[in-house]
C-alpha cells in the first residue's frame, strides 16, 4: 500500500514540473530558488497604446510623408535608428511598386514603437489633382482611396495626413486650410485623425533637398515652443519628405538636427498616434 505522504510528494513534484520550475521542495534536491530572478516578458505595446504625457517636457513628432521613396526613406530609417528616436512615415500606396518597396513598408510597419506607419492616401490625391480631390462630388471615391491605401499597406491605426492639405480633425473639431470639405468630415464621423503640421523642413524649389539646414530648424523650432504657437501645448508637428535625404551630406544634415534636439533634455520623440489629439 502506498503511503499518503509519498502521493503528497509526487503529486507536489508534478505540479512543479507543470506549473514552475523554481518550486522550492524536494524536486530542487533542497535549494532555495530566488523567485526575485524570475523574468517576465513585457507586453509589446500595441499602436494606439496611450502614454502619460510629462508637462516638463517637450514633445516632438517627426512626420515624414510619401514613402516608400528609396534611397531617401531607407535613409531616413537608418538615420532614426542610429539615433533612436521614434518618427511616424505617412506612406503612399502607389509608391509601393516591387519588392523592395514593399520590403520597406513592412521593415517601418513591423518596427514599432520606433516607426509607425500612418496614412497619406491610395494616390496622393488623384496624383496632385486636389482641386479634384477635395470637390464634394469626389468625395465617396478620395473616400476610397484612403480606405484602400489602409488595407493595401496593413496601416495599424486610423490616422490620416491629407495630401497638400494642412488640416487637423479629431471627433467634430476641425480645424486647418480645408477644414469644412466634406471628405473631412466623413473621415471625421468614421473615426479617423487627421493630422496637419506646425512646421515644415520644406524643399528648394524643385531639388530634391531640404530648404533650410538643421541649424535653422532647430531655432525655429524652439521659437514655436517659446511663443506657444505649436497647435498643442508642448507638441510640435514637423512635417518633412523622405525623398529631400537621398543624398548623403542631406542625410547628415537630419542626423545633425536629431543631435541637436536631443542635446536639449526637454525633448521627446514620439510617433504621431501618442500626440495628445490623438490620445484623447
Known sequence: MVSVKKI???????????GSSSCNNGANNGKNVDSSKTTVAAAK?????????????RYIFLTW?????????????????AEGIKATFFSVGFNQV????????????????????ANHSFSHGFNDKYGTFYSPKMTDSALNDFLKNEQLLNIPVKIIRLPGNNTWASKGQIDGQKANTTLVKKLDSLG????GWDLEWGQQGKKKEPRESATEMVKR???KFD??????QNAI??????????????????????????????????????????QK
Open 227 to 232: 511663443e506657444g504657437t505649436t497647435t498643442q
Open 65 to 81: 510623408d510619401d514613402s516608400p521613396q528609396p534611397p531617401g526613406t531607407l535613409n531616413c530609417k537608418n538615420v532614426f535608428q
Open 192 to 195: 479617423y485623425k487627421i493630422i
Open 237 to 278: 508637428v514637423i512635417l518633412s519628405h523622405d525623398r529631400l535625404f537621398e543624398k548623403k551630406q542631406f542625410a547628415d544634415s537630419l542626423s545633425r538636427f536629431i543631435q541637436l534636439l536631443k542635446a536639449d533634455k526637454r525633448n521627446v520623440f514620439e510617433t504621431i498616434d501618442h500626440y495628445p489629439m490623438v
Open 8 to 18: 503528497c510528494i509526487a503529486f507536489s513534484s508534478m505540479a512543479c514540473i507543470v
Open 98 to 117: 516591387g519588392p523592395l518597396k514593399k520590403r520597406l513598408i513592412d521593415s517601418i510597419r513591423s518596427a514599432y514603437p520606433q516607426f509607425l506607419l
Open 45 to 57: 505595446p500595441k499602436p494606439g497604446d496611450p502614454i502619460k504625457y510629462d508637462s516638463s517636457k
Open 221 to 223: 523650432i524652439n521659437q
